[in-house]
């Protein structure tokens, strides 16, 4: 585990800037290409309960089916208190079929008592208080943190952690393991930003399998480490 080189953060974060851009104005795009919480925080102003409750419905889900599982669950729940007046079977309904939905609605049922009973139906704004809530690992608490407190912190999907170790400007095994790495190497101005640029570039050219190199906006920071077949 650890930094294998030299890394262009600024050249990197520059041109996928200018990728996004143009991927966004592009009349096919069926959408801003945003991840579905970072739309869900806008929409409803930053409110924490809303990004906590987005975030662990968007695990193992697609953005597109997070975003309407989410609206519909905050119509119903749009507080701690108002989730808690709602059976599991409802819930569930309101969610399905986000990935998991059974284990996630019972999670969201306990993380509400928990918000509410502790800490007086406010969300807490501190990476271990949220990581000790059920269901919410460092992915779910980074996207929280910046998200709804704007506070400093990486969230590393898996996009995020294939595309730096692809790149060659780190090493690892997990994406816990890039988050730490990443806290030493990326420039904290680029800390919020990385998931959000990654995530668009990763599904629609720098994929899991055979990868769009042809089409690739950074070839001169790429080492297309673990790359065996590439279109």
């Not at 704004?125 to 990581?131: G, K």
């Not at 779910?140 to 692809?166: K, P, Q, S, W, Y």
């Amino acid at each position: 585990m650890g930094k294998s080189k030299t890394t262009d953060w600024d050249g990197i974060v520059k041109a996928l800037e200018k990728w996004r851009k143009m991927a966004q104005a592009d009349e096919a795009a069926t959408d801003s290409g945003d991840p579905s919480v970072s739309t869900v925080a806008e929409r409803y102003r930053r409110d924490p309960w809303a990004v906590l409750a987005s975030t662990i419905l968007s695990l193992r889900t697609k953005d597109e089916v997070t975003l309407v599982r989410s609206q519909a669950l905050l119509k119903k729940a749009p507080t701690p208190k108002a989730l808690l007046k709602l059976t599991t079977e409802e819930i569930e309904k309101l969610i399905y079929p986000v990935g998991f939905y059974h284990t996630k609605a019972q999670n969201l049922q306990k993380i509400a008592s928990i918000i509410i009973e502790t800490y007086r139906g406010q969300v807490p704004a501190d990476m271990d208080l949220l990581l000790a809530l059920p269901g919410v690992g460092r992915k779910t608490a980074n996207l929280v943190l910046t998200e709804a407190f704007d506070m400093d912190g990486i969230c590393v999907d898996v996009h995020v952690h294939r595309i730096t170790n692809r790149l060659g400007a780190l090493q690892s095994k997990t994406p816990e393991e890039t988050e730490m790495i990443l806290r030493d190497i990326l420039p904290r101005k680029y800390w919020k930003r990385i998931n959000m640029l990654l995530v668009l570039y990763g599904q629609r050219v720098c994929r899991p399998i055979s990868p769009f190199c042809s089409q690739c906006i950074m070839p001169g920071h790429c080492e297309k480490v673990g790359v065996d077949r590439a279109r």
